[in-house]
């Protein structure tokens, strides 16, 4: 992907859009914030360096597990064909659609649900991000993803993971890299905590 335009594009993202009046002044610094019913954004620099290591193209189909905000999910659909994003609490989910559908994205398709499910009609995805921490890698993400896809996700416990990077290849073999340690909200789930 053309990781210029990418970093272009997240410089230009005014992340106070995406976050209620209360947080308007933390926007600018590199940390989580929160974003109602127990939720957080997270640090702007993770977004990026999560968003790299999905090495988007154009002609993708993006599963993404999480709306919370609607943040990350607008540098996703800037950069490929179909977004489909799923969230689990229903006022998020409204938040996040009007703030998206205000930039005037016409890509992004939204669902409220247990995303541990993934979107199974809509299925194979050519890249899956999932911005919850899950226990372990739930199945179905796992199945719906496409030969040659990638997928990031963080996975171990309450508190505290390793952010996954899974590749599955063309034969349909997983292969998994634990990168960084991170802390996200727990996926919340029945393939989840
Ligand atoms: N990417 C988001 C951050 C989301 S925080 C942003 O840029 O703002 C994680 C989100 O995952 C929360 O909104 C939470 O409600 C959601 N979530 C947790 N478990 C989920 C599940 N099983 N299915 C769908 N969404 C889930």
Redesign the pocket.
């Known amino acids: 992907m053309d990781k210029e335009a990418l970093k272009k594009y997240f410089l230009s993202l005014d992340r106070a859009y995406?976050l209620d009046e209360s947080q308007h002044k933390e926007a600018a610094f590199d940390h989580p914030l929160p974003?109602g019913?127990g939720?957080?954004?997270?640090q702007p620099t993770l977004?990026l360096k999560m968003t790299e290591l999905l090495d988007l193209e154009k002609s993708h189909k993006v599963l993404?597990?999480?709306?919370?905000?609607?943040?990350?999910?607008a540098i996703l659909a800037q950069f490929v064909k179909e977004v489909y994003t799923?969230?689990?609490?229903e006022e998020?989910y409204h938040k996040?659609k009007k703030r998206l559908d205000g930039l005037g994205f016409k890509n992004i398709h939204f669902k409220i649900?247990?995303?541990?499910y993934g979107w199974e009609e809509k299925a194979p995805f050519d890249r899956i991000m999932v911005?919850?921490a899950a226990v372990r890698l739930p199945k179905a993400l796992a199945s719906q993803l496409a030969p040659g896809g990638k997928m990031v996700i963080p996975v171990g416990e309450e508190g505290l993971q390793r952010l996954f990077l899974v590749e599955k290849d063309k034969e349909g073999y997983l292969h998994v890299e634990a990168l960084e340690w991170v802390r996200?909200?727990?996926?919340?789930?029945e393939d989840?905590f």
């Open positions: 995406f974003i019913f939720q957080t954004i997270s977004v993404e597990i999480g709306t919370g905000s609607g943040y990350q999910t799923v969230e689990r609490i998020l996040a649900g247990d995303g541990t911005t919850a996200f909200v727990s996926l919340v789930g989840g």
